[in-house]
C-alpha cells in the first residue's frame, strides 16, 4: 500500500495555524506517523503494540 492511499487522521490537539500537526494511520504491519505540514516527508511507522505504549507515555 502507498502512503498515499493511507487515510491520515490529525490529532485533535493540531492547530490550523501551523503549530504542531501530528497525522497517523494505518499501515500494513504498523502505524504511521507523520507531519501533517509535510504529507510528503518521512513517515514513522510503529508496531501497534510500540504505538500504544508511546500513545500512553504521552498521556501520562
Same mark, same amino acid.
Given at each position: 500500500?502507498a502512503? +498515499?492511499?493511507?487515510?491520515?487522521?490529525? +490529532?485533535?490537539?493540531? *492547530? *490550523?495555524?501551523?503549530?504542531?500537526? /501530528?497525522?497517523?494511520g #494505518?499501515?500494513?504491519?504498523?502505524i504511521?506517523?507523520? *507531519? +501533517?505540514? *509535510?504529507?510528503?516527508?518521512?513517515?514513522? /511507522?510503529?508496531?501497534?503494540? #510500540?504505538? #500504544?505504549?508511546? /500513545? #500512553?507515555?504521552?498521556?501520562?
Amino acid at each position: 500500500m502507498a502512503v +498515499s492511499q493511507v487515510t491520515w487522521r490529525k +490529532s485533535r490537539v493540531s *492547530d *490550523d495555524q501551523g503549530g504542531h500537526c /501530528v497525522e497517523v494511520g #494505518a499501515l500494513p504491519g504498523g502505524i504511521g506517523v507523520r *507531519d +501533517s505540514k *509535510d504529507p510528503r516527508g518521512p513517515v514513522i /511507522v510503529l508496531a501497534p503494540g #510500540a504505538f #500504544a505504549a508511546l /500513545v #500512553a507515555r504521552l498521556r501520562r
